[in-house]
């Protein structure tokens, strides 16, 4: 009988190997999916986000490397003396990511990619798909669509090639359910692709989110489909991907992507720490950044909100990723780019908006708190749509009633339950009762239990506070304005543009070594909060007074410490150092309002005018019809009575 690896003495065998290799022990679920493959059955995986996925690939690479070094570790075994995993990849991030992974392994790694490709033949004038045959490379990283390639599918008729194949491994393989039936078919083709690879090369799928699902949606299924494993020959490696010690929350979003302003996130303007903001598009990621941007007053390079995703240059996403690592507290708004594979240990909060389900949801919050020391109470909070949240019941009952609709309720499900830590364990079929790890490092710090209390907005419902209105800011709701001072929307279409004009007009004046934005010098919410104050506060004679200086002669104060004046500076100094033309472009649109009031007026009486000269006209005419009715009533009583008159006469006539 052959030896196996997945015995006693095979697993004994990878943990010293592992341990005097790395100097770490690997965990149980580590063991499971290695000495399998080192047995050459293929794997699906599921484990919890941070429990060290990316160890099955270098740690089969050690292994099979002190196994070709090494024959008297295990005489029995006979593998490849140079061996070689493809590890398919969603991102370009992941990729960097889990090549350097590899470097601190000693395991020299090939990332293939569009960029990459490109860089080798334009700098080193050579074929990357070339470079891969080479025995220097010990991992070949790419996407599923280098994989599909033309180009690859050479490499894999390459007999030589083909002898050094230890494995495709798929890193979240989640995705392939959520982009491969969309807009990546080539998720969908890796079982066929898969067929290619030599005999026997174990096929290696692992995730932190894949449910069973119904009948009807089923994640796992559709991933063992498009895999090509078949029920009872492939090994699955289940482990509870719950994080009891993150706090999670479910709330709704009131507003959505359509909106300008989203006051149900104003809380993250005093929010510390580092903080990872997940949205659904780009447009829509840069919206909320340019809303919260603009409620910032003097915001600073440090302070601001930053964007990760793909339009940005690699340099930019490089930097964000860095001040993410390194900076005590961030706010970025990323895309689905950022959703895996990076390992920054010490983000405090993740917020997920409108997650596709609650994989979606799960995978994105596994960035929060991956060092459980550095951040002891991550906190997860998943803002869904406001039907979602309210309709819930709705989308479950329609689910059940039309199942060819393949209706995902996960989240719906979620939105209900009372407790969600105890719903996310029931939705992945964990078992809060795990038997624990048997490693070193988990003996010492052991996975936290079920929380006793549980912390999830369910079993201590929050309390968040109201946002304010988004339709339009207080001083200009809540104050009754005078219809001489009142600012129509139209008028404030033209207020803005002015306004805009004023902005780079001002940018204009700022040195080349600041800065700052457009949006940091004047927000469209400040814009608007001015124009709100131009009804009251700044109204016309306000102003005209600020500019003769009337209010400098009687307070003895420079012009940009006046109240009235702080109220549309505060502490931006951009602003500061350009008061008079602010003041000037005031004075001139309370001069365009007053034209429009004015304009306005005057249409108002004309028609005024108009409309009592056409009631006196139709009141008139009114009294002619009714003065001619009364003639012609009269004139037919005449000639009825003058009728009468003629017939007695001819009656007499007769009777003489």
Not at 458 to 484: F, L
């Amino acid at each position: 009988m052959a030896f196996q690896f997945s015995s006693p003495e095979g697993r004994s065998l990878c943990s010293r190997i592992i341990q005097d290799k790395t100097e770490q022990e690997p965990h149980d679920h580590q063991l499971d999916v290695i000495t399998r493959v080192l047995d050459r059955k293929h794997v699906l995986a599921v484990t919890y986000t941070g429990s060290g996925k990316s160890g099955y690939i270098y740690m089969v690479i050690i292994v099979l490397r002190a196994l070709a070094s090494d024959p008297s570790l295990c005489p029995q075994y006979k593998g490849p003396q140079n061996p070689v995993i493809t590890v398919i990849c969603p991102t370009n991030a992941l990729e960097d990511d889990l090549e350097a992974k590899m470097h601190r392994y000693s395991i020299p790694t090939l990332v293939i990619s569009k960029e990459r490709r490109e860089k080798m033949k334009n700098e080193q004038h050579k074929d990357i798909f070339r470079e891969a045959k080479s025995t220097s490379y010990s991992v070949l990283l790419m996407t599923p669509e280098m994989l599909a390639s033309n180009a690859f599918g050479h490499l894999l008729e390459d007999p030589a090639f083909a002898r050094r194949e230890a494995a495709l491994m798929v890193d979240e393989a989640h995705l392939m359910w959520v982009w491969g039936p969309g807009f990546r078919t080539e998720y969908t083709q890796i079982g066929h692709i898969h067929s290619r690879f030599s005999k026997g090369c174990p096929l290696v799928a692992f995730t932190a989110t894949l449910r069973s699902g119904t009948a009807e949606v089923s994640p796992r299924n559709a991933v063992c489909r498009f895999l090509g494993l078949q029920a009872g020959h492939f090994h699955f490696v289940h482990r509870s991907n719950a994080r009891y010690e993150m706090k999670i929350s479910v709330r709704p979003l009131h507003q959505s992507r359509q909106s300008d302003r989203f006051p149900d996130l104003d809380w993250l303007l005093h929010a510390k720490g580092k903080i990872l903001v997940f949205c659904s598009s780009i447009k829509w990621g840069s919206k909320i950044a340019f809303y919260l941007l603009g409620k910032q007053s003097g915001a600073t390079m440090a302070s601001r909100p930053r964007t990760y995703h793909r339009l940005h240059t690699d340099e930019y996403n490089r930097e964000t990723l860095e001040l993410l690592r390194t900076s005590s507290s961030l706010l970025v708004i990323a895309t689905d780019t950022l959703s895996v594979g990076i390992d920054i240990p010490d983000i405090d909060l993740v917020i997920v908006i409108h997650p596709t389900d609650l994989d979606d949801a799960v995978q994105k919050g596994g960035r929060a708190g991956r060092d459980s020391i550095a951040v002891p109470s991550p906190h997860l909070i998943i803002y869904l749509p406001n039907k979602t949240y309210t309709e819930a019941s709705a989308i479950i009952a329609e689910a059940e009633e039309s199942p060819h609709k393949r209706i995902d309720t996960s989240l719906p499900q979620l939105a209900l339950a009372a407790c969600k830590v105890a719903n996310i364990d029931e939705q992945y079929e964990n078992d809060p009762d795990e038997q624990p790890c048997s490693c070193s490092s988990c003996r010492t710090r052991p996975r936290h239990p079920f929380p006793s209390p549980c912390t999830c907005s369910g079993c201590q419902p929050e309390v968040v506070d109201a946002p304010a209105s988004s339709a339009q800011p207080a001083t200009a709701s809540t104050q009754k304005i005078p219809a001489k001072k009142r600012i129509s929307a139209s008028m404030r279409e033209i207020g803005r543009k002015e306004l805009e004009g004023l902005r780079w007009d001002i940018a204009r004046g700022i040195t080349e070594d600041d800065d700052a934005p457009l949006i940091a010098i004047l927000s469209p919410q400040t814009m608007d909060r001015w124009l709100d104050l131009m009804q009251t506060k700044l109204d016309s004679e306000t102003v005209s007074a600020l500019i003769s200086g009337e209010h400098l002669r009687e307070l003895d104060k420079p012009l940009e410490d006046i109240h009235e004046i702080q109220l549309l500076i505060a502490d931006n100094r951009h602003l500061r150092a350009a008061c008079t033309k602010i003041l000037s472009c005031l004075a001139k649109l309370h001069a365009i309002f007053h034209d429009i009031r004015e304009l306005a007026r005057v249409k108002r009486n004309a028609q005024a005018r108009l409309r009592r000269q056409t009631q006196k006209a139709a009141k008139e005419a009114e009294i002619a019809r009714a003065a001619t009715a009364q003639v012609q009533m009269e004139l037919h009583a005449i000639e009825e009575q003058a009728g009468i008159d003629n017939v007695e006469s001819d009656d007499c006539e007769e009777d003489v």
